[in-house]
């Protein structure tokens, strides 16, 4: 019954433009095969944009723990008057990086995904958000990423990465595992193996007090704050842990970085260390 709801909300946001009876009743036969209402009607809202971003299969679905994320960033360079320079790893449909750059006029970014589908997914909702002039997209890894740019060059760095452990991966949803992205959901065995290397992208990419936000798996926080293993110490070599912060449903879900205000930086030559600007 919600799931009716949410395709009868979708049509009414679009004004009933091209959806008659037929197509609505072929909509309820997709969703009762368990298909995301997203990628049944083929965009969704998400906050702050003033467009609904277009959602195709199999790239990962916003969510709305994500507008938490957006939200925080937001309201935390209210005062810093935004920044100059971000990058986002891992930018499936673009939710993050375009919400950004449509909040932050001056701001200039950088959308980063393996996967070349989301890459375009991205672009299509650039123009759609008249956001594209100032977007520049990067078909790879976070780590492909970092060996090519210029080193110490961004002062926000954000990434809703996969950071689901592969064993929980057969006990989701039938909606998320038989429809989203695998590749945008595994973590591997702890859920960190792409979380690390954002991380180490990070350490290459920040400027000294670069801020560092990510979006992570529940039980992750506890690690960031408690004893952090040895793989995941190495990476954190140079930050500050600002904190973390639950989402709207009192999950753990957030961690919020800083790069030291005077670390060195690879390329720079040994012992270099590059201030704050």
Request: charge should be negative; aromatic fraction near 6%.
């Amino acid at each position: 019954r919600s799931s009716v709801r949410l395709l009868l909300d979708a049509c009414a946001r679009s004004g009933g433009a091209g959806v008659d009876v037929e197509t609505f009743e072929a909509w309820v036969q997709r969703r009762a095969r368990r298909e995301p209402v997203q990628y049944i009607v083929g965009s969704w809202p998400f906050y702050p944009l003033p467009v609904e971003l277009r959602v195709k299969p199999p790239i990962l679905i916003p969510r709305p723990e994500t507008e938490e994320l957006v939200d925080r960033i937001i309201n935390d360079f209210k005062e810093e008057l935004g920044p100059r320079r971000l990058v986002d790893f891992g930018s499936g449909s673009g939710a993050i990086v375009l919400s950004l750059l449509h909040s932050f006029p001056s701001a200039e970014a950088v959308a980063v995904d393996p996967k070349e589908e989301a890459i375009a997914l991205t672009e299509e909702n650039a123009l759609r958000c008249g956001v594209r002039d100032r977007l520049t997209l990067h078909h790879g890894t976070a780590k492909d990423f970092a060996a090519a740019a210029e080193p110490g060059s961004f002062d926000l760095i954000v990434s809703n990465p996969p950071y689901i452990p592969s064993c929980e991966l057969p006990g989701l949803q039938v909606d998320v595992r038989d429809f989203e992205d695998h590749g945008a959901l595994d973590g591997g065995v702890d859920g960190l193996d792409v979380v690390i290397e954002v991380l180490q992208a990070a350490t290459v990419l920040g400027e000294a007090g670069a801020k560092v936000y990510l979006e992570v798996h529940h039980s992750h926080p506890a690690v960031f704050e408690g004893s952090v293993p040895s793989h995941l110490m190495a990476a954190l070599e140079g930050f500050d842990l600002l904190g973390t912060v639950r989402d709207v449903y009192g999950q753990p879900r957030f961690v919020e970085l800083r790069r030291k205000l005077s670390v060195p930086v690879p390329g720079d030559g040994p012992g270099a260390c590059r201030p704050k600007k």
